[in-house]
């Protein structure tokens, strides 16, 4: 089993029309969003676009 963190992937998905996965991305964030409230916690607040950023990733492919 592995950990993969990731950064802006509803507003990757809205820029680049991969609507099927912002709707995934968006109904995954809101269960997040419930059991956070459920203990007490503030929710998420998933931004819809970013700035400009750089992939410091050197793999391109397998």
Known sequence: MGLDISVGSL??????????GAQ???????????????????????PQTLPKMSDRCRLRGM
Not at 11 to 20: I, V, Y
Not at 26 to 46: F, K, Y
């Open 24 to 46: 995934w991305t968006q109904r995954d964030l809101s269960e997040v969003t419930r059991l956070l409230a459920a203990d007490g916690l503030p929710a998420h607040i998933e």
């Open 11 to 20: 507003a990757w998905c809205l820029a680049n029309g991969e609507f099927e």
